[in-house]
């Protein structure tokens, strides 16, 4: 049901195999990079994604922390956690149901010169019929820390045309290409470059896609960024086809901007996800 797998250059994954379910989770990031049901990729992932140390995968859920987004310029875009060897800790078999896995990051010399904290991340992924995913920050500092973080969701989608995202009705949005706080009126379509942080979201988020739908149920977010880079950034992007932008949407349940999050000393705070 599972094994531990590495690529020529031993960059390490764990392959998981399930009756009509598959994913890939690679140990730098605990990145899924892959997650099928019937065969049918519900991640998108770039041909051109590197697969080394050190490198963001292009796809899949990039696992943004301590920092989501580029403000804090101590720190490299969406914080270190996605470029950081995980530990892995336990992987659990739940017959042909579901595997449990478990993955950890902790504080380290060199995570401390960027963000100089004591923490643990633990990372539990649930891979089934859904796909299950808790990020718990423990901050075991003397003083208060404040992060941000997302899961950055890319969900594969038969053109960017198709789709529609629902149930973002009536939510404010900072649309960060203007620097302007929008109202959502309806449905939302993607006709152009569209990079916005939704905030007081608290309801499921349905993709729609044809008579395709996927639902992100989050817990400890109200925060929901959608983006798509479109032609021009998408040629621009590293690891990513000039098409690639019609084949993918990015749908993030975060803790950003004003959904930040302060964690008082020995205490901890969970971001989860549930793709059903
Ligand atoms: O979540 C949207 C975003 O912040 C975009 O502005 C774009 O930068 C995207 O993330 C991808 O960032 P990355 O660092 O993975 O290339």
Redesign the pocket.
């Known amino acids: 049901m599972y094994s531990l797998k590495s690529f020529e250059n031993g960059f390490e994954y764990l392959e998981i195999n399930l009756k009509n379910i598959s994913a890939k989770i690679a140990l730098q990031g605990a990145h899924i990079f892959e997650y099928k049901r019937n065969k049918e990729d519900v991640l998108w992932l770039s041909e051109l994604s590197d697969f080394e140390l050190l490198k963001?995968i292009?796809g899949g859920i990039?696992l943004c922390w301590p920092r989501?987004?580029?403000q804090d310029k101590s720190m490299p875009?969406?914080g270190f956690a996605r470029v950081s060897l995980f530990e892995l800790i336990e992987v659990r078999e739940r017959e042909q149901e579901s595997v449990k896995v478990f993955l950890k990051l902790q504080d380290s010399t060199q995570s401390r010169k960027i963000w100089d904290y004591k923490f643990e991340l633990l990372v539990e992924i649930i891979v089934g019929e859904t796909l299950h995913i808790k990020m718990k920050t423990s901050n075991n500092s003397l003083q208060e820390c404040l992060i941000t973080q997302?899961f950055?969701s890319y969900f594969c989608i038969s053109d960017i045309k198709n789709i529609c995202i629902e149930n973002l009705q009536n939510k404010f949005y900072l649309d960060?290409l203007r620097d302007e706080i929008c109202q959502e009126s309806s449905a939302i379509h993607i006709s152009c470059e569209t990079?916005r942080v939704y905030q007081g979201v608290e309801k499921e988020i349905y993709l729609i896609d044809g008579v395709r739908e996927v639902c992100l149920k989050s817990k400890g977010s109200s925060s929901l960024?959608v983006?798509n880079?479109w032609r021009e950034k998408c040629s621009k992007?590293?690891a990513m086809h000039k098409d690639a932008y019609k084949k993918f949407v990015?749908l993030?349940s975060a803790n950003a901007f004003e959904d930040c999050k302060f964690i008082r000393p020995q205490e901890s705070y969970t971001l989860e996800l549930e793709i059903v």
């Open positions: 963001p292009r990039p989501f987004g580029n875009q969406h997302a950055h960060t990079d960024v983006w880079p992007m590293s990015c993030e």
